[in-house]
T-cell receptor
């Protein structure tokens, strides 16, 4: 079955710096890759997603890139702010079932 | 539209007891998922309903877990009898049939002592 690896497990950056989180997946049939942000005590919230027919997607300070050949995708956050501090999860799914296979999570800390 | 809701938010029970978790999906979402996050680890898939039918229950850990979705609206997840390793946060998510996005509930934190 699908397996998703996520790195790093923790990431600390200074406010204003960029942050990059990387994920790899094993199943070449996966075609949808969402990223969720979970603040302490709150629900996971979708921040950006990408489908396999697209190589890059951007939404303001957040971007996701996908390399289907290498089976990896990355989250890029520019001009980080303290409110970006949270746990970020990548996930992959094939459209057939729709279940999400998550990475292990990255705890991002943005220091003012 | 109202989001996914879950009840209770926290539950503390003793080993051997029974607990029932409830999830109310977003209205009109036929797809309902249960996930679990054990302390510090990844969020793991448990079960997927399409309306009232179990589409995929490959993630259910054992037969102590029973999920239902009678009438295709809300769902319940019963753990009986609970074991220490069942502790964690149980999330529910829902999705429209023609969309990719899964919307998560706030989770139920289960502690088994």
């Amino acid at each position: 079955g699908e397996n998703v690896e996520q790195h790093p497990s923790t990431l600390s950056v200074q406010e204003g710096d960029s942050a990059v989180i990387k994920c790899t997946y094993s199943d070449s049939a996966s075609n949808y890759f969402p990223w969720y942000k979970q603040e302490l005590g709150k629900r996971p919230q979708l921040i950006i997603d990408i489908r396999s027919n697209v190589g890059e997607k951007k939404d303001q300070r957040i971007a996701v890139t996908l390399n289907k050949t290498a089976k990896h995708f990355s989250l890029h956050i520019t001009e980080t702010q303290p409110e970006d501090s949270a746990v970020y999860f990548c996930a992959a799914t094939d459209r057939q079932g729709g279940k999400l296979i998550f990475g292990q999570g990255t705890e991002l800390s943005v220091k003012p | 539209e109202a989001g996914v809701t879950q009840f209770p938010s926290h539950s503390v029970i003793e080993k051997g007891q029974t607990v029932t978790l409830r999830c109310d999906p977003i209205s009109g979402h036929d797809n309902l998922y249960w996930y679990r996050r054990v302390m510090g680890k990844e969020i793991k898939f448990l079960l997927h309903f399409v309306k009232e039918s179990k589409q995929d229950e490959s993630g259910m850990p054992n037969n102590r877990f029973l999920a239902e979705r009678t009438g295709g609206t809300y769902s319940t997840l019963k753990v009986q009898p609970a074991e220490l390793e069942d502790s964690g946060v149980y999330f529910c998510a829902s999705r429209r049939d023609w969309a990719d996005t899964q919307y998560f509930g706030p989770g139920t934190r289960l502690t088994v002592l």
